[in-house]
Nanobody, 124 residues
Framework: QVQLVESGGGLVQAGGSLRLSCAAS????????MGWFRQAPGKEREPVAA????????EYTDSLKGRFTISRDITKNTMYLQVDSLEPEDTAVYYC?????????????????WGQGTQVTVSS
């Protein structure tokens, strides 16, 4: 049973930084794509970034490049999202997700495994 547990969210002032973590367990993740998504109140869940667990290649939503950095530590089975220069518009619940099928990384429906989410609130 795949389990994904996010942590690291919180309340931060605009311009600040956070590092979100996603602890993964339940099976080997070789060949998996791990992603970060976010959902703001009243909005649809949207893709942020993804990483190939084995090779480490990354993808980002164009508008978020430069402020968001995805990484993983295979030895700890943990994925990270470093977020810098936070803006009030970044306020959302951030979710990590995992998939093994070959499909576009940004498709929410392609991910069968999800964490419970961690709240990020950015004050102005």
């Amino acid at each position: 049973q795949v389990q994904l547990v996010e942590s690291g969210g919180g309340l931060v002032q605009a311009g600040g930084s956070l590092r979100l973590s996603c602890a993964a367990s339940g099976r080997p993740f070789s060949g998996y794509i791990m992603g970060w998504f976010r959902q703001a109140p009243g909005k649809e869940r949207e893709p942020v970034a993804a990483i190939n667990w084995s090779g480490g290649s990354t993808e980002y939503t164009d508008s978020l490049k430069g402020r968001f950095t995805i990484s993983r530590d295979i030895t700890k089975n943990t994925m990270y999202l470093q977020v810098d220069s936070l803006e009030p518009e970044d306020t959302a619940v951030y979710y990590c997700a995992a998939k093994s099928v070959r499909s576009s990384w940004y498709l929410v429906a392609a991910y069968p495994y999800w964490g419970q989410g961690t709240q990020v609130t950015v004050s102005s």
